[in-house]
């Protein structure tokens, strides 16, 4: 269950604002606290893979952060 709440926007909102500003990747980095390994690895394959909203015709990753992970900008 994805919830919209804790100051943070939902994830369908900020794949709305990565298409509007034409960033080439989205990593998502606040969760739900209530969420354990296993949903958050179903959230990742559902943005990923089984997205149900309109095609990402813009083809940028979707990326859940994870501890230790490192970007480079």
């Known amino acids: 269950m994805v919830v ?3 100051g943070h926007s939902t994830y369908d909102m900020a ?3 990565v298409k509007k500003s034409g960033a080439r ?3 998502c980095t ?3 606290p209530a969420h354990n390994d ?3 690895d179903d ?3 559902y943005y990923t893979n089984g997205w149900p909203h309109e095609a ?3 083809n940028f990753p979707i990326v859940l952060a994870q501890e230790g992970m490192e ?3």
Request: a neutral charge; proline letters at 0%.
């Open 71 to 73: 970007i480079e900008i």
């Open 43 to 45: 959230i990742q394959k």
């Open 56 to 58: 990402n015709n813009n």
């Open 15 to 17: 794949i709305e604002n």
């Open 25 to 27: 990747k989205l990593v």
């Open 38 to 40: 296993a949903a958050l």
């Open 4 to 6: 919209q709440g804790f």
């Open 30 to 32: 606040h969760f739900n």
